[in-house]
């Protein structure tokens, strides 16, 4: 089967659970164990190819520029995790169909644990080291969704959102540290990175690579000192815990550091760093587990040990400790996923997971009993149990690691893992199954439906059959090894063997089993003296560190950041001062080049009426009304300065935005009082004043700057003026700028208006939902108020004008590619012609003919604009191509079609769109309870048949 | 230079001045009010004056598209004035 088919299965297939929710729990389960297995099978079609030593690849360029290329590769070391992620998640599947209950929604638990299964294949599979990262962060989203599947419980919810945190952390870092990686190497495909250790030891960025990487590796296979969210992510339903926990997310960061152990391994930093932080966390995790009371805590701080076990022995950098990783990798996924199910039984039957409350259990659960002890006896290092395999070739190589200088570092704290190791299996055993059977357990438990413990059982049988036959296995693990090392290092010819004859590893051994159960007989004084010793809790300093972040944050945003305007403007005009006294004292300024015009009278007038009405809203900011006249002066001065340098185009948009600005903002002005009050202190408006005035003297200066001088480079406007004919087909510069040259943001600028526009539509609509509709619609008037609503003449005028509007704008739009207009212009001429209906007759009149709804506009603009840019797709151009030519139709004249037109015409409908739509939710806002929309166009009609209600002169009663 | 042109010169040197004074003295009324009505009053005029201004600069200049932009200023001057006029009466000024 394609490569490609096994990694999208289970995506593809995460669609069904959720459907199949209705049918029932075992349909559900039943569709995601079929489409597991069908990858399974899957997988196991390529067996062949991989047992000959070949590696299977598939591939599409996806994004060759950046080297994101979708391509997936199956090697021995990518099996063997295919392998265990999909195998095991068959015997999960089978098992969480029995453990869940009937409140549990089934649909959504496989749903997510199919995505996790396919991010996770995903992670072994892939050959490009960008994808292998989305697949990594696919791992922490879809675990995070599973460790807090339960989402009533507390606990559950704070473990996902730490595990999400330390491994979304350590993600963070890995996108850096494989970023180094691929820029040493050139490549971003694994194939070539292994190619090139040479290089990628010698490179300087290789320590950060490697430190980067690693901080990736160790979140997410949870070594010290990031080792603590995974006891937390244990509030995970079981199934969870025993997949995601022991057999496979933990073990991405070991697959990680097996894949890239070719070029990353050997070195002085590598040894140090990796073996270290294992062995710490094996002999942390292993004493933390033998206080723990919890079976899943307990059986969790073992992972983080056996996880350390792992990490130390690819830390050693030689072949042999890569073997003996690879074999421990497949043992401690056989037996932990067996003692983590088993757990879940008990856990289920007797209802409680508290060690101190169980014992005697064997007598009970018979079945159970015989796997977790078999389970337990292996982790524990019992001969013909397959831990005891792998732990002696660990010992092994411990004894021949050197660590710091120093022969006997790695060897002690190895047996003392080992013997704290045992310890805790013994405990597991002790406490939980054997002992005199209690009265008072909250469930009287038995062992449950084979469903239950089928899944564990098989796992224990692999267990055995590795103990008792490690040959079974040998050729699979070296294949695995050789596919690890590559052309790194040659496969040990040692065999996995039983008996090796007394060997140190032996002794150590035989030490760590004799010392665990020794531990056992004086175990309840050592548990009180390990209760009393005070212990760094890890959860309280992530909290903290977690909190402090927060506030930090926190303190930072809101200084910058409150919601005020005016803070904001401050922060701008302050930051933008700063950086223009900084270029202005450290760069060079060149001599005035150009002469100072004499004024004219008309520019004297302009500019003192510019600086009086900016003097006036100074002054009368606080009566808003007149703010906004005095606002309209100063728009209305600004457009007769562009056309008094000659910017015609400029003039237009700035009229036509300034009248529709004081329609929104007398809408607003509605719900506002007629006066800003004092808020402010002398003090603060001293310092606003300064700045202002900072501001504007900076800015005029600069202005005063730049027009007596030249460009220091050419300005891109020369070939604007170049190109705009000749590329763009249109004399209008401007115009071929919006529409063609920067064509690509302009379709960003309307999906931002359009956008917005919407918002300020969810917004208001929000609005009326709320308690506030009620104050909204029982207002009464601050003021006294005319009797016309909708005056005639007003009507009248309107409606008179409103074709030479359509018009104008038709024109202004038409001809915007040559001379000054365009979309833009024209969607606001239009917008003010339907404003101007809206205004004399009403909101409810001027809707009800209106035939197509405001966001039909805006999403017809968006399209439009889009599928004219892709149509230069279907001649193999680029996004926006645009091309025009000149078309005769007798008796016209020859004129002008350019892709650019009909471009325009997407902006000019997003703008009517938007315009509209923003302005019709302020008015919606303003409906009031006292004023009964109307369906005549005028107060007083002459049309209407019957006079309005209001104004009937009462009938003379009958006698 | 004809006589006729030096006296459409001065001509139109006088109109831009008038026009320049007559914008002036909308803003003094502008300011001193006393009531809004008068303010927006001055508002229209000066949208008035504009229209002028900008005739008599494209008069000057010879540029025929300021006469489109005068077209829009006619067109949709009145547009500001008559919601600032509705506000004053209703204060919705879509109802």
Known sequence: MSLFLIVALPFLGALLPGVMNPAGRSATAGVTFTITLAAFVGLLTNLPAVLNGEVVTNGINWMPVLGLNVTLMLDGLGFFFALLILGIGLLIIAYARQYLSRDDNMGEFFTYLLLFQGAMVGIVLSDNILLLLVFWELTSLSSFLLIGYWKHLPEGRQGARMALTVTGMGGLAMIGGMLILGQIAGSYDLSDILQNRDLIQASPLYVPALILILLGCFTKSAQFPFHFWLPHAMAAPTPVSAYLHSATMVKAGIFLMARLWPVLSGTPEWVMIVTTAGLITMVLGAVIALFKHDLKSLLAFSTVSHLGLITMLLGTGTSFGAMAAVFHILNHATFKAALFMSAGIVDHEAHTRDIRRLGGLRHLMPITFAIASLAALSMAGIPLLNGFLSKEMMLEEAHHTVLFGSHWLVPVMATVGSLFSAAYCFRFIGHTFLGPVRDDYPHTPHDPGAGMWLPPAILVTLVVLIGVAPFVAEPFVKLVTASLLGSAGEVPDAHIKIWHGLVPALYMSIVAVAGGLLMMLVFAPLSRLWESTPRPEAKVIFEAIINGAVRAARVVMHSLHNGSFTRYAMIAVVTVLAAGYHAWITGAVGVPTREMQAPGAVAIAGWAMLVAATLGIVFFHRNRLLALILMGIVGLMVSIAFVFFSAPDLAMTQFTVEAVTIILLLLALNFLPNRTPVESTTLRRFRDATVAIAGGLGSAALAWHYLLRDAVATPISEFHLANSYKGGGGTNVVNVILVDFRGFDTFGEIIVLSIAALLIYALTETLLDGPVRRRLLNRTPDQPQSGTRHPMMMVVLTRVIMPVVMMVGFYIFLRGHNEPGGGFIAGLIVSIGVVMQYMASGFSWTAARLKYPYHGVIGAGVLVAGFTGMGSWFLEKPFLTSDFTYVRIPPFEKFELATAALFDLGVFLAVVGAVMLSLESFSRLARRADMPDSDHPMDIDPSREKPSPDLRTPEPEAH | ?95
């Not at chain 2, 009324?29 to 303010?39: A, K, N, S, V």
């Not at chain 2, 005029?45 to 006469?67: C, E, H, S, W």
Request: aromatic fraction near 4%; charge should be negative.
């Open chain 2, 1 to 95: 230079m004809t006589h006729a042109a030096g006296l459409l010169d001065i001509a139109l040197s006088i109109a831009l001045v008038t026009l320049a004074l007559g914008q002036i003295m909308s803003m003094v009324r502008l300011m001193i009010g006393p009531t809004t009505g008068d303010r927006i009053l001055a508002l229209d005029t000066m949208v008035i004056n504009a229209l002028g201004l900008v005739v008599v600069l494209g008069i000057q200049q010879g540029v025929k598209v300021y006469f489109e932009v005068t077209l829009l200023i006619a067109m949709l001057g009145f547009v500001s004035t008559v919601a600032l006029a509705r506000f004053i009466l209703r204060g919705d000024i879509i109802e």
